[in-house]
């Protein structure tokens, strides 16, 4: 996609006050242009890469999840574990 494109099509906010503004006003007059504009997520197996480590990042969550907790089937509701 062209630069001109992006930038029309794109927007974003800046959660930081610009510099050279006296009041909140003056800042919502104003627009930040980028300068270039990055693909993050060029190709294929960096998807891949991003979906595996979240699926192995919530597998070790709930291991330690289960490590400190367990599921009371009589009420079904979650209670610490003893040995935990």
Request: net charge negative.
């Amino acid at each position: 996609m062209p630069a001109s494109n992006a930038a029309e099509s794109s927007k974003f906010w800046v959660y930081s006050p610009l510099s050279g503004l006296s009041t909140p006003s003056e800042s919502a007059e104003r627009t930040v242009d980028a300068d270039r504009i990055v693909v993050v997520n060029h190709s294929g197996s960096a998807a891949w890469y991003k979906y595996g480590v979240s699926v192995i990042g919530a597998g070790l969550v709930l291991i330690a999840f289960f490590k400190y907790w367990q599921i009371d089937t009589d009420t079904w509701c979650f209670e610490v574990r003893r040995n935990g």
